[in-house]
């Protein structure tokens, strides 16, 4: 079975970094994209970053841009997402995902595969 596995979540002070991974696996498991989505206690799920296997190209939500890198490690179906200069309203759940189509269907929250989300605390 399909499945995400995210890591990397945890605690820091504003202007800190932290990273995000997150790994495809599973025998039926495929993607032409991965990104990160996040939501904070109270708000709207937000797209934060995408990364398109064929080509590398990447895109990022306004408020993060700048600040985070999306990155893929093709042979370990593997994206990362390193947040630097963090501020306590990054301060959310945030959850991977991939699609096997398209980055666009990820960035508009479509995707065929979730995960179960880690959480990012960003203390002032």
């Known amino acids: 079975q399909a499945q995400l596995i995210e890591s990397g979540g945890g605690l820091v002070q504003a202007g800190g970094s932290l990273r995000l991974s997150c790994q495809g696996s599973?025998?039926?498991?495929?993607?032409?994209?991965m990104g990160w989505f996040r939501q904070a206690l109270g708000k709207a799920r937000e797209f934060v970053a995408a990364y398109s296997w064929s080509d590398g190209n990447t895109s990022y939500g306004d408020s993060v841009k700048g600040r985070f890198t999306i990155s893929g490690d093709n042979a370990e179906n593997t994206v990362y997402l390193q947040m630097n200069s963090l501020e306590p309203e990054d301060t959310a759940v945030y959850y991977c995902?991939?699609?096997?189509?398209?980055?666009?269907?990820?960035?508009?929250?479509?995707?065929?595969?979730w995960g179960q989300g880690t959480q990012v605390t960003i203390s002032s």
């Open positions: 599973g025998r039926t498991f495929s993607s032409a994209a």
């Open positions: 995902a991939a699609d096997r189509h398209s980055a666009y269907r990820v960035m508009v929250g479509l995707a065929n595969y």
